[in-house]
């Protein structure tokens, strides 16, 4: 996880390059579902509802059942990315050693939406970009009480061997900007990389697979804010997940926590 990474109040922002939502299909979903209500749930107003909405009542991540028709999709969390043309970006994704796993076209045969893989395996969706009106009012992080948290897509990253190809892949399929963020390993200096939307805010990261990020899994991992991260910790486990790796502030305490899920599937969570 980046230094760059700001959790915004808001959680939605219509824009090429922001993420939307996020989903995936999994076996033993009622198992799953109670766990991710459980881990996410904690605190005395938790950001998230039992059904996996957020506390104003909005769909942000979804935990679909993994029937025959979703049999395809890899078990990992895929974030939905807003782009400008999502036929150009499937077709240069492909392009540059991509794979297309679904491609929706509505009854015009127009882009609608897609699932991809990238070089790496790291599944993503695009889709077009929101408008702007069609964002809920209670959603709007300049509307109402701004500061109050709210369950959100607080941050993603991908931790991958080959951090520039990735980037690269990124800057051209999507139509990210980037910006350098000086990392260091046991003292030797290198750069991850913050990938900007189209205004310029960072949205999510790509990381070398070294220092801090050394043993993470080259899958998108969500960021997902909780109420009380030391509770929710408690949780996880009790709950059948595992904890795969914990980061600590300069007073001990957890800064944020990457996990898997009963089903293996990795996430992390953050302060709320």
């Known amino acids: 996880m980046s230094d760059d990474a700001a959790a ?16 995936i299909a999994v076996p033993e979903h009622a198992r799953e579902v109670g766990f991710y209500a459980r881990v996410l749930g904690t605190g005395p107003a938790p950001l998230w509802r039992d059904d996996l909405m957020n506390n104003l009542g909005l769909p942000i991540i979804g935990l679909g059942e993994r029937t025959e028709a979703y049999a395809d999709l890899p078990l990992q969390w895929m974030p ?68 109050a948290p709210v369950g959100r897509i607080a941050w993603f990253d991908l931790t991958v061997p080959d951090a520039a190809a990735t980037r690269d892949f ?10 350098e963020v000086a990392m260091k390993d046991r003292g030797d200096p290198y750069a991850d990389y913050a990938m900007l939307a189209e205004d310029g805010t960072a949205v999510g990261g790509v990381c070398h697979a070294r220092g801090v990020n050394t ?58």
């Open 8 to 23: 915004k109040p808001g959680p939605f922002h219509p824009q090429a390059g922001a993420v939307m939502s996020a989903d």
């Open 215 to 272: 043993g993470l899994p080259p899958v998108w991992l969500l960021y997902l804010p909780v109420g009380d991260l030391a509770e929710s910790l408690r949780r996880v486990e009790a709950e059948g997940g595992q904890l795969l790796k914990t980061m600590n502030g300069a007073d001990g305490t957890p800064t944020y926590a990457v996990i898997r899920d009963p089903v293996g599937v990795p996430f992390a969570i953050v302060p709320g």
């Open 80 to 147: 939905h990315i807003q782009v400008a043309d999502v036929a150009a970006s499937a077709g240069r994704a492909v392009e540059l050693g991509g794979r297309e796993v679904m491609h929706f076209r509505d009854a015009n045969g127009a882009s609608a939406w897609a699932v991809l893989l990238d070089p790496n395996g790291a599944a993503f969706g695009i889709l077009p970009v929101v408008p702007a009106e069609a964002i809920p009012p209670e959603a709007n992080p300049d509307a109402g009480d701004a500061a």
């Open 170 to 179: 990124y800057r051209e399929v999507i139509g990210w900007s980037v910006h």
